[in-house]
């Protein structure tokens, strides 16, 4: 295989809302992978594809001709997200080497306890010999089924390229991804992959969000730059009774979800907020927000390990009330955005599945067994062969 | 890798009554994969598991959750057949270098038309990533995708094995295997790969079973050794009158189902026969399903092609009323079975897998797309790297 290649990764999220296709110049360095994001768009799903996304993923009974018949269409629309990509970006098809494809997961259900090993599953769908074969290119696909069957909750997978892309001989790296829920990745100065630590940090915008959208009666449905935020009061007391939340006493690797920061708390604190004023609800639950994360650094990073910056990504980046709050609470550390190193924070999923198909491919194990759970590192996916296969395995002559 | 490989073959059948798991020596010789079966068992499925299976295949709607789940579980039970298998055979784990596992259908939807490409799609479960996972072994699974998104039916696969099992350079040969549905792959002398001609031929064992089922009120389900239809005598205008079913019109490529000779034609034959001896009917349309078979050679093969030799299979095989009624039609013909070849015809379809599994990870083609309607040839199915994986791509020095 040749020492640069051309990789796309493929990604949707659960919101249904498309294919996240990220174009990635991978080159080996000193054995290790060097990232450079040539060219990122999402490929929007029609409305009528998102609900029936939505739909499937929902715990409505339907017809498994459904799921069958939605995994081969999800398929059509991931080989377009490349061939779309590949015009854009004005590169032949033929120049790529790789695609790395997430797929649309419908059901994630990982294991509740470590042992018995394998009590987990999950399900990601958008057939990849559609993609193959629409493209030539060999795909390799569906990274969380092995990850499971070695014992872990098949996610978080993107630790993995964060180290890659934010790995420092000298000081302490650690990457805040702001999305609906809020999960960190550090990295130690001069860390192997499996020093690294990632854990959910708990709220990320979706406690705000839903907030905003009960408080504005669904006329916002987010706090824009955070500028609700930054006309309302933190109450300290709401603040106060907020951070009593059990999930932050736990120890990593730990995980949560829509069931512990959605629309349920948001309700509850409404509630506890009678009398107050919108902006100072919206501005007690951003501080909320930016403390959980903050926590986090300071009960279970900075005590144990350096830590020179953060890197902030994911919607919550854009919330500016939010960041300021968080660089407050952590005056030791710097606070950067994808952006300031010339990435783009919504390509950064994508680009995680292209490295993993790239290491796959390469007999190279992509899970970071600490902060999956899995017994033991193991080579991701599933590799569908394209016309390239035979070039991509050949000896050289 | 070496020339000769240990490579297994899995698989899971409709009526979804356990895995079959065959051990396959390959060995490579001018250019032709030889297969030498050394051990083949069945690992039956419990009777909730199956009916697991058999709810999720039905039209019945169910959570998403179920398959998910389902998927992950049969993963686990296709990978205790190869242990168990290994176990059987004396053979360690370590010495197989490939897994090929058809997986279970739950859904199959051919596409209607051959043109536009890509309307057709299919389900398969269980998961190989578990496979893999629990043994070690490179596993090659979900064959049936590919070959649809290249606009094929994503079926007939077993033919490709039949080339390979009993082509000849001096004389035309035929597989029929009589199933629920009869297939037929006819090899002509020295063919080439793309000269097999494969096509369902009609009824197989489904609708004796019916009859037989029905006019026994289920005290029996099939016609052990067709000993209840040799006792009978063929009622002429009866059989002539179900030998006008228009499927015998169509040429090839054709496939049919259980909605054209399952239990609505057994209803339909029972109540024509009224006054006739159960086993007079028996006899009708035990020759029915002779006739039909010896009709398909009579019309399409034997016009234009040499026939040394059929090969039969399936359960089918077993009743020897149909099997002498097949041979009085065809006198020019020699009727054999695959045990005549010492081989277990049980084995035959997850021999197919193995081979198929083989032939991917050597970068060869293994769909006839004359008989699955494909635009072209194309790699089967997707690779899960096991331990081996990189001494299986790896180059000799």
Known sequence: MMSKSYVIGLMSGTSADGVDAALVEIEMSDGFPLLRLKTFQILPF?????????????????????????????????????????????????????????????????????KPIGFGSTLQIGEP?????????????????????????GAPLAPYLHYHLFRSLNYGVAVQNIGGISNMTYIPPGAKIRDVIAFDTGPGNMLIDAVVTKLTHQKLDYDKEGKLASRGKVQTKLLNSLLKHPYFKKKPPKSTGREEFGTFLADKVIQKAKGLKKEDIIATVTAFTAYSIAESYQQIILPKFKLKEIVIGGGGARNKTLFSMIQRLLPSVQLKRFEDFHLNSNAIEAMAFALMAYETLHGKA????????????????????????????????
């Open 46 to 114: 029609s409305k009528k594809l998102k609900q029936m996304i939505l739909r499937a993923s929902s715990h409505e009974a339907l017809a498994v001709d459904e799921i069958c018949k939605l995994n081969f269409q999800l398929g059509e629309e991931f080989a377009r997200a490349v061939i779309h990509l590949t015009q854009a970006a004005h590169i032949p098809l033929k120049m790529i080497d790789i695609i790395g494809s997430h797929g649309q997961t419908i059901k994630h259900l990982p294991p509740k306890s470590l």
């Open 129 to 153: 010999s559609i993609i193959a074969e629409r493209t030539g290119i060999t795909t390799v696909a569906d990274f969380r089924p092995r990850d499971m069957a070695a014992g872990g909750q």
């Open 366 to 397: 992509s899970n970071i067994p600490k902060v999956t759970g899995a017994s033991h590192p193991v080579l991701l996916g599933k590799i569908i062969p394209g016309n390239n296969f035979k070039s991509l395995t050949a000896c050289p002559k």
